[in-house]
């Protein structure tokens, strides 16, 4: 099945290069991850037709956009946006923004209102974006994207300016109609819980060209850079909850909320884990037998990925490390208090 | 719902901002004392009234029409665009507004009169005299008039945010759909100031007109020219068609604010 | 009017002569004024043009001037109703219509018959400006319905656009003609249809320098006033 191949190498007026390449299935969603300043934005500006390829090319579809000899206008490329701020047209009301892109005029209003229900807004359809709030507007961008039929969906940091509630309200929305969209799509973003909730294959993207490629376990688990190895220390995992505990895909974890059930997104931070040379006494309910894989120095702190039977990032003081004796392959006990594991519905 | 000025306001601010009111109001004030308004009626529907208000509002209306097909394009290319010269050329759009209008026609004169830089051939060839007729009149206005069109569509222009456009071109938008649906729209505030201000200062014009076009009631005396006229030998001619123009401005203006000033 | 306002400060008012004259006689003026300081040293004319229905409407609301020389008896003479003439006014110039036309005649014009060719492009002076009621006198009485283009507010602006050549021809004075030297070619009118016009001069009353204009009036009327005015293409009475 076709969907996007491209190899995008684009130089700005202020001396950055990007120079990557990315191929994308039909429904597949890839996660463009990367700190500020990767390039992320002008990746999505050359795909969008916004920006034209100084070398390389973009091919979607069997459809050639962007080459040696050909340049496809962004309006008849077909790629959907959802842009970091939205950019709702002020003018114009939700439904009538929703519809911008919709070919068949006669059915326009229509379309732009089944599309608003299926985001849950169709009350809000004659309501202008100023008087709508991140999540609606979010929303309402989502709805306008997808209401213009493209065969590709780019969605840039759609989350970033939301926050921390709304954030997580909205990516449940997101995650649904990600998988809805027939076609490829592709998530920019700078969060790493985003792309490893929603994204089948995470593309790492450091100063303009890529760093790692793999799914959300290669990220955390074989860390290639500093960058993804901070990334990989936050200790995410998927799960099902029942009765103060979660499964984690056969392991078991302890956590202090007894009435949360059903899936959950689990997440214990690297520093709330202690490590121990014989089997800790005490309170802490969730402890195990495990090795030490890799240690790696991070200024007066030392970064441990454990192994089986629940890899974990930890961080502990490098006196400690020190005096602990670590190193690859030294056998350790873990420690981590119910409380210290946080728990998310979804 | 008694209106009371906010308190952050000094009270001095409200004197002078008075005292500047008075400024504004007292001409009219003056103007409304010396109407002879027995005879108003008869003096607004004599044939120069008629004449004058005929003109001026046909050659207003089409220089701001003119201005409008002519300047947008020019604000467009001089807010986007980057080429040697665009300061300079931004410095002639300003000309007129710093020229004394008499100075304007003079120079509308030397350039488009019949023994003029373009006019000479211009005639020659077509046999279109622009002096002296009503095509001389919008082109006196549009030279005035246009300045405030480019000033504010130019600005308002730069401001504007181009992703909005970007994205439009994302959602399958061409070129000239996108100025449609988005860019004109979304300039739409400062596009309408610009026209208000356009048909205001054409509908106004006395010096570059009168020098140009000359003066001739039916052809070229517009509303201004007929009250200069008149106060050499009809005073109440002159003011009733003074007390005519400012009414008719005000209409134009007031509904023109509260009407499409706004995004809906 | 800027003139007037100018005179408030400054000189002292003893050695200044405010004198407002009709815009036909802006260049004669120029020179009697040139002359008139150079008798007077210390004394300073300022000379304030303009058409002689705008001079009269600002004598009559009350504009600080010592004398004025209108182009015709009309304005003057409402002047003098109201009271503001020193005695009588007295004609110390006259002037009669003459067909303007730009150097080289390019409309082929012969004479007064030909200003109601449509073909050509041709000014007057605006009714109520005596430039104007006069061209309209002298048209009436020649019996030629002339086809007009162009109604101006005072004959300068008539002379610019005849010399320019954006005019055919015009009616003006022939003062103007003389005035404009090579630039404006005057065709003669036939004394029976043409008018002749008296220029009227008075000191006012209550000006700020009623001697300074006593002594101004007398050197228009001497006879170094009359040459400079015959010069500049003026009949005297």
């Known amino acids: ?346 | 719902m008694r209106r009371r000025i906010p308190a952050s306001i000094p009270a001095l601010f409200v004197v002078f901002g008075g005292l500047a009111l008075a400024v504004f109001a007292l001409p009219l004030v003056g103007l409304l004392s010396r109407t002879p308004w027995r005879d108003l009626a008869g003096l607004l529907t004599s044939d120069v009234a008629r004449d004058a208000v005929r003109l001026s509002v046909s050659t207003s209306v089409a220089a701001t029409a003119v201005a409008t097909v002519l300047g947008v394009p020019l604000a467009f290319v001089l807010a986007r665009a980057s080429f040697v010269g665009r300061s300079i050329v931004r410095g002639l759009v300003t000309l007129p507004l710093v020229l004394p209008p008499v100075v304007g026609g003079a120079a509308l004169l030397f350039a488009l009169g019949r023994r003029g830089v373009v006019g000479e051939p211009l005639a020659d060839a077509t046999g279109i005299v622009l002096p002296f007729s009503w095509w001389g009149v919008v082109a006196a206005n549009v030279f005035i008039a246009m300045p405030f069109l480019v000033i504010s569509v130019e600005g308002a222009v730069r401001n504007l945010d181009g992703r909005y456009e970007g994205a439009a071109a994302t959602l399958g938008a061409g070129r000239w759909e996108v100025l449609r649906r988005v860019t004109l729209p979304m300039i739409r505030p400062s596009l309408v100031a610009g026209l208000a201000l356009t048909w205001a200062r054409a509908f106004g014009e006395f010096g570059a007109t009168v020098t140009f076009a000359g003066s001739l009631q039916g052809r070229t005396q517009t509303l201004p020219l007929a009250v200069f006229v008149a106060l050499e030998s009809d005073r109440e001619v002159a003011v009733a068609l003074s007390l005519l123009m400012v009414v008719v401005s005000l209409v134009v203006l007031v509904s023109l604010r509260s009407w499409w000033w706004r995004f809906r | 009017m800027v003139a007037l306002v100018a005179v408030g400060c400054g000189a002292a008012p003893e050695d200044q002569v405010v004198v407002s004259a009709a815009a036909s006689l802006h260049l004669a003026f120029r020179e009697i004024e040139a002359a008139f300081e150079a008798a007077n040293p210390g004394t300073d004319v300022v000379l304030n043009v303009a058409g002689s229905s705008s001079l009269r409407d600002q004598i009559l609301e009350g504009a600080p001037v010592d004398v004025y020389a209108s182009a015709d008896m009309f304005n003057m003479n409402a002047v003098a109703d109201a009271g503001l003439v020193d005695g009588s006014p007295q004609v110390f110039a006259t002037n009669r219509m003459i067909i303007a036309v730009p150097t080289g005649n390019p409309g082929g014009v012969l004479g007064i018959a030909d200003l109601a060719r449509e073909d050509l492009l041709i000014g007057l002076c605006a009714e109520g400006v005596p430039c104007g009621d006069l061209a309209r006198r002298v048209l009436a009485a020649a019996g030629v319905n002339a086809e007009i283009d162009t109604n101006e507010s005072d004959v300068r602006a008539l002379v610019t656009k005849i010399e320019a050549a954006e005019l055919d021809a015009g009616l003006v004075y022939s003062s103007d003609v003389e005035a404009a030297g090579g630039s404006l070619s005057g065709i003669a009118i036939d004394d029976e249809d043409n008018v002749v016009t008296d220029y009227p001069i008075g000191a006012l009353v209550g000006s700020p320098n009623p001697d300074g204009g006593a002594a101004f009036l007398q050197f228009v009327l001497s006879s170094s006033g009359r040459s400079i005015l015959l010069d500049f293409g003026f009949g005297t009475p």
């Open chain 1, 1 to 346: 099945m076709s969907g996007l191949e491209a190899h995008l190498r684009v130089r700005r007026d202020d001396g950055f290069v990007l120079d990557m390449s990315l191929s994308l299935d039909h429904g597949e969603t890839v996660a463009l991850l990367g700190p500020n300043g990767a390039g992320k934005s002008t990746a999505v500006s050359a795909l969008a037709g916004l920006v034209p390829l100084d070398e390389g090319e973009i091919v979607l579809g069997g459809r050639t956009l962007d080459s040696q000899d050909v340049f496809v206008r962004p309006d008849l490329r077909r790629i959907g946006v959802v842009f970091q701020d939205y950019l709702l047209f002020p003018h114009l009301t939700a439904a009538e923004n929703v519809a911008f892109g919709v070919r068949d005029r006669k059915r326009r209003r229509e379309a732009a209102i089944t599309w608003l229900a299926r985001v849950g807004l169709a009350d809000l359809a004659d309501h202008m974006p100023g008087s709508l709030s991140g999540g609606q507007a979010q929303r309402v961008a989502l709805a306008r994207a997808l209401a213009s039929a493209p065969e590709l969906l780019l969605l840039d940091e759609p989350l970033a300016a939301l926050d921390v509630r709304t954030r997580l309200a909205m990516r449940r929305v997101l995650s649904e109609h990600l998988r809805a969209f027939p076609g490829p799509r592709l998530l920019i973003t700078h969060d790493p819980t985003e792309a490893f909730t929603l994204a089948d294959r995470i593309l790492v993207l450091e100063a303009g060209s890529l760093t790692q490629v793999g799914t959300a376990d290669d990220i955390r688990l074989r860390p290639r850079t500093r960058y993804v190895a901070e990334l990989a220390g936050s200790n995410l995992f998927v799960g099902v909850a029942d009765e103060g505990s979660v499964d984690v895909g056969g392991h078991v974890l302890q956590i202090a909320d007894r009435f949360i059930a059903g899936p959950v997104t689990v997440t214990v931070r690297p520093s709330a884990v202690t490590v121990h040379l014989v089997r800790p006494a005490g309170s802490p309910r969730n402890v195990w037998e495990t090795v030490v894989d890799l240690l790696e120095p991070i200024g007066d702190r030392v970064r441990l990925l454990t192994g089986a039977p629940l890899p974990l990032t930890v961080e502990i003081t490098a006196e400690s490390a020190v005096a602990l004796g670590l190193g690859p392959g030294v056998p350790v006990w873990v420690a981590v208090k119910a409380t210290e594991v946080e728990v998310e519905e979804g």
